[in-house]
Nanobody, 125 residues
């Protein structure tokens, strides 16, 4: 598994950004894909997750109604659409997966096993 997150950058408060997570050699469709973030001096935080079966999205309270997770299995890609971003969203964002855990396990505090490199998101004017 070699997940690769991309799409980060500098965005103004209130703006939007779309992150992507893909794997060039591993089929992601049977597995839940989660997004985590880590800001300087803070612990890694579960942000969002999309299940493999019913494509249901799960969200941290801090991003609910602003972020939307989706997946395109034909492209083997998962997206995190970030809207109405605030400086508090500044962090390195990681996508991750697990062969056993689903999204509920992720939001119960268990880290997924397989991680990609992060992509930096900076929200600043």
């Amino acid at each position: 598994v070699q997940l690769q997150a991309s799409g980060g950058g500098l965005v103004q408060p209130g703006g939007s950004l779309r992150l992507s997570c893909t794997d060039s050699g591993f089929n992601l469709s049977p597995y839940a894909i989660g997004w985590y973030r880590q800001a300087p001096g803070k612990e890694r935080e579960a942000v969002s997750c999309i299940s493999s079966s019913d494509l249901r999205g799960y969200y941290a309270d801090s991003v609910k109604d602003r972020f939307t997770v989706s997946r395109d299995n034909a492209k083997n890609t998962v997206y995190l659409q970030m809207n109405k971003v605030t400086p508090e969203d500044t962090a390195v964002y990681y996508c991750a997966t697990d062969f056993v855990l689903g999204c509920r396990g992720m939001f119960h505090g268990t880290l997924f096993d397989y991680w990609g490199q992060g992509t930096q998101v900076t929200v600043s004017s």
